[in-house]
């Protein structure tokens, strides 16, 4: 599985919230400047991010967003299926029944799940954000 610049951002954008939660409602625009993306992108990406439930979105001239629910709750896997439409490594319609090889793929797709459910903004937080980020 290939992860897109889509994943990658969302995944940014998820972060930047999570340390910027004592900020309030966050505009897209301090995001898109802090993370290097253009707000144009982002907007995008929150479209895909939005009916899911884990965005809390504040409409007006000072509106912006919010996570809804908390890091711990929420997995690199859900991020990426919003984002990339899946996580199998080769797309079930390119495998026939009779392919001797849809077994692998079948495997390998288990263990990205089971990685990327095993990881969630918390961890990203914990593991990799600077001392001073933390929540």
């Known amino acids: 599985m290939q992860v897109s610049t889509k994943g990658r951002y969302a995944l940014r954008f998820l972060i930047d919230l999570c340390q910027h939660q004592a900020d309030g409602v966050i505009s897209l625009k301090s995001v898109a400047e802090r993370q290097g993306i253009s707000k144009k992108y982002l907007e995008r990406i929150v479209t895909l991010l939005a009916p899911s439930g884990m965005l809390h979105i504040t409409r ?33 319609a390119e495998i026939g029944e009779d392919d001797i090889t849809r077994g692998v793929w079948t495997k390998l797709e288990d263990a990205i799940v089971t990685c990327l459910e095993g990881i969630t903004l918390q961890d990203i937080l914990d593991d990799y954000a600077p001392i001073e980020y933390y929540i």
């Open 60 to 92: 007006g001239s000072q509106g912006g967003y919010q996570l809804a629910r908390l890091p711990k709750d929420i997995t690199v896997a859900e991020v990426l299926r919003l984002t990339e439409g899946g996580l199998e490594p080769v797309p079930y």
